[in-house]
């Protein structure tokens, strides 16, 4: 069966930057905004985009993202004719490999891509906080008659150095890509969202394989590669709210964004189309207790509010008890905050404990992460 | 589950919870914020391991189906188990002959397409967790082919209306009764209509039922079984149970919930799963001067207002400045600025949003329909 595009989520970096909060999950199915995990994003903007294939690359810690990927229920992949499909790494006739890299890793599934037998392949991030639809990208990728076209937004010049940086001329064809380039020449940053000619891809990733010296990286091979041999590569601009909760801050921070007070034209709003979708736990409707004191929260079904809870949010089966105080925090499921107890500046991982009566990074500004392993004091 | 059992929900026996009930079946009207009757009723079965249920409706089936949505929400396994919604067509035009009993003989097909032991018969106006793995060993135990449910109580308000029985020594039911005036301050045992009837028996009960009167219902068969046939037994139901017969019980059972220790009781802990048809609504948004204490609230609110004593369903908005004391609110209500509004149900969609007060009593709840603007 032919298909128009196929999507591929590259989904199995450790991100080892969120310390414990991926020891046992990799990033993308770290928990965020009360309900979701953070791949709900990619692929319920897959879902958006009526795109009915899509694999998700797992490697990392792959046994969670797995199973919550599963049929792709949770996004409507369950549908006729539709897939959705977990991609671990494999053993096949040739032996067992890793994938070395984000362009091996489709390259290790191409018997997959070529079984869909797409005229278009979108490669996404699975690890980024944004709402889009990919019809536009498409339509433009169409219409210039490019062989990639590349996701792009402007960011601060001081930033640009953390991303890869795009050079364009007048009609934004890409005349050069740098991988974090030291000192950058452009603010124009790549998103990791990509859309290829799949025939191009296809065989730019077969070459990439046999080169010995590669990293069989996307942004540090193949489009420079693609570049160097004058291909079509196009940007297209996008504008509006984009995060890569790569740190325990910008994890924080972004789950801050939510909140009512620091809302803008630009933030996350999950009321407002296109709509993002997440598990919805049997979880009871949430409990708000008769001394409770709650301000500026987004606050998930299944949570047990009794204390004052003030700036955070909270996710599904947290227990903040009476006279506690929890501010400018993000409380994982099952997290329970003991009678008498502060928490402040916080994320606390799953299933987390706070004991009575306990002061967590009481006036302090910095973000701390609490793990349920934490050696208690 | 050792024993293979056809679960059977009796609509045509539900209370009527007038004017809440005008628009849609008692089983699908919400309860507690996110819920509808229907869903504990379910997930107690699902809780057990019982996954062949047939759904025996009287009318607006369309709305049953529609909030069952798929079989999965509450079959463990949608291949081996099995969620019919059973409706008696050819009795839509004449009411007195749409029984729970000439539905079953209209969709006999049930019984012959779910192997089982036993069949459960219930209501969904008495809300109440039970292990049904231990009733139906309780009544294996008794030897007898038809177990009956019981409450014993003395709360003669919650149960008004329902009917009593008299349960003999040996346990055994002596005498169904309405339960009336004299009752009250009395220890009495209340009927829950439910009841655990062996396969074989179960079949001729609706082969039989046919011989004696077209418009008998399964009470009605149980109770002249019981006066003529063959004992029934009586089950004890020591869980707590809620009964939801009256718009005014409707009104203060839900409030009730925002207790501790009613609520723990009836939405259980954890552990304690009620599965029920999801709509992908976000988290609750509290604003920077919301105000809410004891409420029960469904995702998708946004609150910026007071909210004391509520049950809020999924979508409700509270805008800034707004008071809310009291009151169950269906999903997409929406009470504006500068609002107070106390003890009333609000049906879907209802918008305050002029009239500045708007009050019943505890004892008088106001109903507003749905769609309605205040």
């Given at each position: 069966?032919?298909?128009?595009?196929?999507?591929?989520?590259?989904?199995?970096?450790?991100?080892?930057?969120?310390?414990?909060?991926?020891?046992?999950?990799?990033?993308?199915?770290?928990?965020?905004?009360?309900?979701?995990?953070?791949?709900?994003?990619?692929?319920?903007?897959?879902?958006?985009?009526?795109?009915?294939?899509?694999?998700?690359?797992?490697?990392?810690?792959?046994?969670?993202?797995?199973?919550?990927?599963s049929?792709?229920?949770?996004?409507?992949?369950?549908?006729?004719?539709?897939?959705?499909?977990?991609?671990?790494?494999?053993?096949?006739?040739?032996?067992?490999?890793?994938?070395?890299?984000?362009?091996?890793?489709?390259?290790?599934?191409?018997?997959?891509?070529?079984?869909?037998?797409?005229?278009?392949?979108?490669i996404?991030?699975?690890?980024?906080?944004?709402?889009?639809?990919?019809?536009?990208?498409?339509?433009?990728?169409?219409?210039?008659g490019?062989?990639?076209?590349?996701?792009?937004?402007?960011?601060?010049?001081?930033?640009?150095?953390?991303?890869?940086?795009?050079?364009?001329?007048?009609?934004?064809?890409?005349?050069?890509?740098?991988?974090?380039?030291?000192?950058?020449?452009?603010?124009?940053?790549?998103?990791?969202?990509?859309?290829?000619?799949?025939?191009?891809?296809?065989?730019?990733?077969?070459?990439?394989?046999?080169?010995?010296?590669?990293?069989?990286?996307f942004?540090?091979?193949?489009?420079?590669?693609?570049?160097?041999?004058?291909?079509?590569?196009?940007?297209?601009?996008?504008?509006?709210?984009?995060?890569?909760?790569?740190?325990?801050?910008?994890?924080?921070?972004?789950?801050?964004?939510?909140?009512?007070?620091?809302?803008?034209?630009?933030?996350?709003?999950?009321?407002?189309?296109?709509?993002?979708?997440?598990?919805?736990?049997?979880?009871?409707?949430?409990?708000?207790?008769?001394?409770?004191?709650?301000?500026?929260?987004?606050?998930?079904?299944?949570?047990?509010?009794?204390?004052?809870?003030?700036?955070?949010?909270v996710?599904?089966?947290?227990?903040?008890?009476?006279?506690?105080?929890?501010?400018?925090?993000?409380?994982m499921?099952?997290?329970?905050?003991?009678?008498?107890?502060?928490?402040?500046?916080?994320?606390?991982g799953?299933?987390?404990?706070?004991?009575?009566?306990e002061?967590?990074?009481?006036?302090?500004?910095?973000?701390?992460?609490i793990?349920?392993?934490?050696?208690?004091? | 589950?050792?024993?293979?059992i056809?679960?059977?929900?009796?609509?045509?026996?539900?209370?009527?919870?007038?004017?809440?009930?005008?628009?849609?079946?008692?089983?699908?009207?919400?309860?507690?914020?996110?819920?509808?009757?229907?869903?504990?009723?379910?997930?107690?079965?699902?809780?057990?391991?019982?996954?062949?249920?047939?759904?025996?409706?009287?009318?607006?089936?369309?709305?049953?189906?529609?909030?069952?949505?798929?079989?999965?929400?509450y079959?463990?396994?949608?291949?081996?188990?099995?969620?019919?919604?059973?409706?008696?067509?050819?009795?839509?035009?004449?009411?007195?002959?749409?029984?729970?009993?000439?539905?079953?003989?209209?969709n006999?097909?049930?019984?012959?397409?779910?192997?089982?032991?036993?069949?459960?018969?219930?209501?969904?106006?008495?809300?109440?967790?039970?292990?049904?793995?231990?009733?139906?060993?309780?009544?294996?135990?008794?030897?007898?082919?038809?177990?009956?449910?019981?409450?014993?109580?003395?709360?003669?308000?919650?149960?008004?209306?329902?009917?009593?029985?008299?349960?003999?020594?040996?346990?055994?039911?002596?005498?169904?009764?309405?339960i009336?005036?004299?009752?009250?301050?009395?220890?009495?045992n209340?009927?829950?209509?439910?009841?655990?009837?062996?396969?074989?028996?179960?079949?001729e009960?609706?082969?039989?039922?046919?011989?004696?009167?077209?418009?008998?219902?399964?009470?009605?068969?149980v109770?002249?079984?019981?006066?003529?046939?063959?004992?029934?037994?009586?089950?004890?139901?020591?869980?707590?149970?809620?009964?939801?017969?009256?718009?005014?019980?409707?009104?203060?059972?839900?409030?009730?919930?925002?207790?501790?220790?009613?609520?723990?009781?009836?939405?259980?802990?954890?552990?304690?799963?009620?599965?029920?048809?999801?709509?992908?609504?976000?988290?609750?948004?509290?604003?920077?001067?919301?105000?809410?204490?004891?409420?029960?609230?469904?995702?998708?609110?946004?609150?910026?207002?007071?909210?004391?004593?509520?049950?809020?369903?999924?979508?409700?908005?509270?805008?800034?400045?707004?008071?809310?004391?009291?009151?169950?609110?269906?999903?997409?209500?929406?009470?504006?600025?500068?609002?107070?509004?106390?003890?009333?149900?609000?049906?879907?969609?209802?918008?305050?949003k002029?009239?500045?007060?708007?009050?019943?009593?505890?004892?008088?709840?106001?109903?507003?329909?749905?769609?309605?603007?205040?």
């Amino acid at each position: 069966m032919s298909r128009k595009i196929v999507a591929m989520i590259l989904a199995g970096g450790k991100g080892t930057r969120l310390e414990a909060l991926t020891k046992r999950i990799a990033k993308p199915a770290v928990y965020f905004g009360g309900k979701y995990r953070i791949i709900d994003f990619c692929l319920s903007n897959v879902a958006n985009s009526s795109i009915d294939c899509v694999g998700v690359l797992t490697q990392y810690e792959s046994v969670v993202l797995n199973h919550y990927v599963s049929n792709g229920e949770i996004w409507g992949f369950d549908g006729v004719d539709n897939v959705c499909v977990a991609l671990p790494p494999r053993q096949t006739e040739t032996g067992a490999n890793w994938y070395r890299g984000t362009a091996d890793a489709i390259y290790q599934n191409l018997d997959f891509l070529d079984d869909e037998d797409p005229e278009y392949i979108l490669i996404l991030s699975g690890d980024h906080i944004y709402k889009t639809t990919y019809d536009q990208m498409l339509a433009t990728h169409i219409k210039s008659g490019a062989d990639c076209t590349i996701d792009v937004m402007e960011v601060d010049r001081k930033e640009a150095s953390r991303f890869g940086i795009l050079e364009v001329d007048n009609k934004d064809n890409i005349t050069k890509f740098v991988e974090k380039p030291a000192e950058p020449k452009s603010n124009l940053a790549s998103m990791g969202v990509y859309i290829f000619t799949y025939k191009v891809l296809r065989k730019a990733l077969v070459d990439d394989a046999k080169d010995p010296n590669s990293e069989h990286d996307f942004g540090k091979n193949i489009i420079p590669t693609m570049l160097a041999q004058n291909k079509k590569m196009v940007a297209y601009r996008f504008s509006g709210y984009w995060k890569d909760v790569g740190t325990l801050t910008s994890l924080h921070q972004a789950n801050m964004e939510l909140l009512p007070s620091n809302r803008n034209a630009n933030t996350i709003k999950f009321n407002e189309a296109p709509a993002i979708y997440g598990e919805d736990t049997h979880s009871r409707p949430q409990y708000v207790g008769p001394k409770a004191v709650i301000k500026n929260c987004l606050i998930n079904q299944g949570a047990y509010i009794s204390g004052d809870i003030e700036d955070s949010v909270v996710s599904n089966e947290v227990e903040i008890k009476e006279g506690a105080k929890v501010t400018r925090s993000v409380l994982m499921p099952g997290v329970v905050v003991g009678k008498n107890a502060v928490v402040n500046n916080c994320i606390l991982g799953p299933n987390t404990a706070i004991k009575d009566g306990e002061k967590i990074n009481e006036g302090k500004d910095e973000i701390v992460l609490i793990d349920k392993e934490r050696e208690l004091e | 589950m050792e024993n293979k059992i056809l679960a059977i929900v009796d609509l045509h026996s539900d209370a009527n919870l007038d004017p809440l009930t005008d628009t849609r079946p008692l089983a699908v009207t919400t309860f507690a914020g996110r819920y509808t009757f229907l869903d504990f009723i379910l997930s107690n079965f699902t809780r057990n391991n019982i996954d062949d249920i047939a759904i025996l409706c009287k009318e607006q089936s369309g709305k049953i189906d529609k909030h069952i949505g798929r079989d999965s929400t509450y079959l463990k396994n949608t291949r081996t188990g099995n969620l019919k919604t059973l409706r008696n067509e050819s009795a839509l035009g004449n009411p007195q002959f749409n029984t729970d009993l000439n539905n079953l003989f209209e969709n006999d097909y049930i019984l012959y397409d779910n192997p089982g032991d036993f069949v459960i018969v219930c209501q969904t106006y008495f809300v109440m967790n039970v292990n049904w793995d231990e009733l139906i060993k309780t009544h294996i135990k008794s030897q007898r082919s038809i177990s009956v449910l019981y409450k014993p109580t003395e709360d003669y308000e919650q149960f008004s209306d329902c009917d009593k029985i008299t349960v003999d020594a040996i346990g055994d039911a002596q005498k169904f009764e309405h339960i009336n005036d004299r009752d009250q301050g009395k220890k009495i045992n209340v009927s829950l209509k439910t009841y655990i009837i062996n396969r074989t028996l179960f079949e001729e009960i609706v082969k039989k039922a046919k011989t004696i009167s077209s418009l008998y219902t399964i009470p009605d068969i149980v109770n002249y079984i019981s006066q003529y046939y063959q004992k029934v037994n009586c089950i004890e139901v020591s869980s707590f149970v809620l009964c939801f017969n009256s718009f005014k019980k409707y009104f203060q059972n839900s409030l009730s919930l925002i207790s501790k220790d009613i609520g723990g009781e009836i939405l259980g802990n954890k552990s304690l799963a009620i599965y029920t048809s999801t709509h992908n609504s976000r988290p609750v948004i509290y604003g920077e001067v919301s105000d809410v204490q004891g409420a029960i609230i469904a995702n998708g609110c946004t609150i910026n207002g007071k909210v004391r004593n509520c049950i809020l369903g999924r979508d409700v908005v509270i805008e800034e400045g707004a008071v809310v004391e009291n009151c169950v609110l269906f999903s997409h209500t929406v009470v504006k600025k500068g609002i107070h509004i106390s003890n009333l149900v609000s049906n879907k969609r209802v918008v305050f949003k002029t009239k500045t007060e708007v009050h019943g009593t505890y004892d008088e709840p106001l109903y507003i329909p749905g769609g309605s603007i205040i």
